[in-house]
């Protein structure tokens, strides 16, 4: 009977609405919730032939989306681990209890903001027990090549908050400048004599004693000295030695015309530097191109160290822990060295929305999804990640209870057109029927 399809049409509306009035609580229920991705509902009718002239109701069918790829605003915190994408692209976190396993069969979870902290291993880990996947950087600080079309690469970043660190010293330069009036006849010849400092590769300090020792004619100006380096780490070893001639043209007076290595590697005059063998190793000095003054220079009657510069650091603690926007977490020592430790990518997928939702803002790629893709972050078509920053629900309040107020009263019509088909159904088979008052 085309009433009968007037109840189940009615039926299937109080259903449908029902369907949605329950993803508006959630939406309304997650509204500060970090990271929360609403709910959407949609009405689909539903036509079933007719013939004969008459007409069977259908009815409507709902069917819900997540909206994976609608963001909320950010807003900033004072953790340096709280993480947020600005833009397209999701972090690779991990369960906490697959993690603790190690049975080093790790699942990609995905997620657009989360809190990190460190816990008692060391792992960044969010409150809800995720934690930020990474690709581990070498000692120098570079990111090896990793596959982008895999998470086998990712492992969990952790973080030894008592590490100690230091980087040994491998290359110095050296601007002083040599009293000109000491290689004159008559000067007293004396010895001019610096120390520098450098770290060994276990971060001991140590210094290049170096020597210059004037060479004093009878009569006139020789413009040469004679450069000795010694090593702490060496007692008595002379680890290089060289005659340095200046030169005292109108054009080109003080600089260096000539180096001749008696002892130690030879002086490369495209670079300026000479190589010579320390404790732990090879040390690069520069001591200035032939011509230039950017080194070492012979000028009035001074000797001034006026620009001594090394790399290298002591051993220090580490303090704190920062992911930039590119996603390289920083380890930041007290020494004031920066040390990159990992790399966090960002992963993409051609329809976000495809993806399987689960509990704690989580979600896995799926065969809606799309194959995805680790980007760096700030590349390729993903965004940024802003750390010190949360991302906040995407559910608007407002418009959640306005269509709140379209469902309720939806179903209150569908209701009163089951109330309908029930009285006309008593009249028509002339049963009793009871009135509403």
Do not use: C
């Not at 004969?52 to 900033?76: E, M, N």
């Not at 010895?191 to 009878?218: C, R």
């Not at 060295?337 to 960002?346: A, E, F, K, N």
Request: hydrophobic share 35%; charged share 15%; no cysteine.
């Amino acid at each position: 009977m085309t009433i009968s399809s007037a109840l189940n049409a009615g039926v299937a509306g109080l259903s449908s609405n029902a369907t949605r009035l329950a993803s508006i609580s959630d939406n309304i229920a997650n509204s500060s919730t970090y990271g929360y991705k609403r709910v959407e509902t949609d009405f689909h009718s539903l036509v079933i032939s007719s013939s004969g002239g008459t007409y069977s109701a259908g009815g409507v069918r709902s069917t819900t989306q997540r909206l994976i790829d609608q963001r909320g605003a950010l807003v900033s915190t004072s953790n340096a681990t709280d993480l947020a994408v600005r833009g397209r692209g999701m972090l690779p976190v991990a369960q906490a209890s697959e993690v603790e396993v190690g049975n080093g069969e790790t699942q990609m979870f995905l997620t657009t903001t989360a809190s990190f902290r460190t816990d008692a291993a060391g792992y960044l880990r969010s409150e809800s027990g995720l934690i930020l996947l990474g690709w581990p950087a070498l000692p120098d600080g570079t990111v090896p090549t990793f596959p982008r079309d895999t998470a086998d690469g990712l492992e969990p970043v952790q973080i030894n908050v008592n590490q100690f660190s230091g980087e040994p010293t491998t290359r110095m330069s050296l601007g002083v400048n040599l009293p000109a009036t000491e290689t004159e006849a008559g000067a007293s010849g004396d010895v001019q004599n610096l120390a520098v400092e450098y770290f060994d590769n276990l971060g001991t300090s140590e210094s290049i004693q170096v020597s210059f020792q004037p060479t004093v004619p009878a009569i006139g100006s020789t413009n040469e000295w004679t450069m000795t380096l010694t090593d702490t780490a060496s007692p008595g070893v002379t680890i290089g030695e060289y005659v340095l001639t200046f030169d005292d043209s109108r054009a080109a007076g003080g600089t260096l015309a000539a180096i001749t290595a008696t002892t130690g590697g030879a002086y490369d005059p495209a670079t300026g530097t000479i190589i010579v063998k320390v404790g732990g190793g090879p040390m690069e000095i520069n001591i200035g191109q032939l011509g230039q003054s950017d080194g070492l220079t012979q000028l009035s009657d001074k000797f001034a160290p006026v620009s001594i510069s090394k790399d290298g650091t002591p051993v220090g603690n580490m303090t704190s822990v920062e992911v930039d926007a590119n996603g390289f977490v920083h380890a930041f020592f007290d020494t004031g060295i920066t040390r990159t430790i990992y790399q966090v990518p960002l992963v993409d997928l051609p329809n976000p929305n495809g993806m399987v939702a689960l509990d704690h803002q989580t979600y896995l790629p799926s065969p809606e999804s799309g194959s995805y893709f680790l980007w760096d972050a700030g590349d390729g078509p993903t965004g940024d990640i802003v750390s010190y920053a949360r991302e906040e629900s995407a559910t608007d309040v407002a418009g959640e209870l306005t269509a709140m107020i379209q469902t309720q009263r939806a179903y209150s019509s569908n209701a009163k057109v089951i109330q309908t088909v029930e009285l006309s159904l008593a009249l028509a088979m002339d049963l009793p029927v009871e009135i509403s008052p």
